[in-house]
């Protein structure tokens, strides 16, 4: 692991974000780790810090050409922000309609065709949610240069069609509830993020 990753989960442990037990996650899939990226994202100092971070890690893969910013609410929309400013360039989000279950732009976000795009999301563990960002981006003309994370618990397999850049990737069990260790020895299951079980 890099001096950077090691940094980053430091500070994830020193703020309880690294957390251990029986969680849902928000793919579907269950693990006995869960990093509240909340509980590091609400100092101000550490958003700013890994969103700076995260942007230089963007720059080595997708040049200085960065002209927007997206992210998935809304987990990706504090580090989606603080990446956008340390780019020196706007964000939009996307956001999950209620009666679909699918992403959609709204609140009046409009991207150009020919526009240049990141995508940046908090943890990502099977890509779901970013892959759905790039979608919608490509459907209205962007040009999607590359997505970005605080954390990989993908191990860095997560495949979402563009160039990937994280600042920690861990490699971290996940298994489908109907296989699940945990479940099967009657551990109740946790879902601590925004989306409820």
Same mark, same amino acid.
């Given at each position: 692991?890099?001096? +950077?990753?090691?940094? &980053?989960?430091?500070?994830?442990?020193? @703020?309880?974000?690294?957390?251990?037990?029986?969680?849902?996650?928000?793919?579907?899939?269950?693990?006995?780790?869960?990093?509240?990226?909340?509980?590091?994202? +609400?100092?101000?100092?550490?958003?700013? /810090?890994?969103?700076?971070?995260?942007?230089?890690?963007?720059? /080595? #893969?997708?040049?200085?050409?960065?002209?927007?910013?997206?992210?998935?609410?809304?987990?990706?929309? $504090?580090? %989606?922000?603080? #990446?956008?400013?340390?780019?020196?360039?706007?964000?939009?989000?996307?956001?999950?309609?209620?009666?679909?279950? /699918?992403?959609?732009?709204?609140?009046?976000?409009?991207?150009?065709? %020919?526009?240049?795009?990141?995508?940046?999301?908090?943890?990502?563990?099977?890509?779901?949610? @970013?892959?759905?960002? $790039?979608? $919608?981006? /490509?459907?209205? %003309?962007?040009?999607?240069?590359?997505?970005?994370?605080?954390?990989?618990?993908?191990?860095?397999?997560?495949?979402?069609?563009?160039?990937? !850049?994280?600042?920690?990737?861990?490699? &971290?069990?996940?298994?489908?509830?109907?296989?699940?260790?945990?479940?099967? $020895?009657?551990?109740? !299951?946790?879902?601590?993020?925004?989306?409820?079980?």
């Amino acid at each position: 692991m890099t001096p +950077q990753a090691e940094s &980053v989960l430091e500070l994830f442990r020193s @703020t309880g974000a690294y957390l251990q037990g029986h969680f849902r996650l928000t793919s579907g899939l269950h693990s006995a780790e869960y990093l509240q990226c909340a509980l590091v994202l +609400q100092h101000p100092a550490a958003a700013e /810090k890994l969103g700076r971070l995260l942007a230089q890690e963007l720059r /080595k #893969v997708a040049g200085e050409k960065i002209g927007l910013v997206a992210a998935p609410a809304l987990g990706g929309l $504090i580090i %989606g922000h603080e #990446v956008a400013r340390a780019l020196g360039t706007r964000l939009i989000f996307t956001e999950r309609d209620t009666a679909t279950r /699918k992403m959609a732009l709204r609140r009046g976000f409009v991207v150009d065709p %020919g526009e240049t795009a990141v995508v940046i999301e908090d943890v990502i563990t099977t890509g779901g949610s @970013t892959l759905d960002v $790039i979608e $919608i981006l /490509k459907a209205a %003309g962007a040009n999607v240069l590359a997505a970005g994370s605080i954390i990989d618990r993908s191990g860095g397999h997560a495949d979402v069609g563009v160039e990937r !850049v994280a600042l920690a990737t861990l490699q &971290v069990a996940a298994h489908y509830p109907e296989v699940c260790p945990l479940c099967q $020895i009657g551990i109740p !299951v946790e879902k601590p993020g925004s989306r409820p079980v």
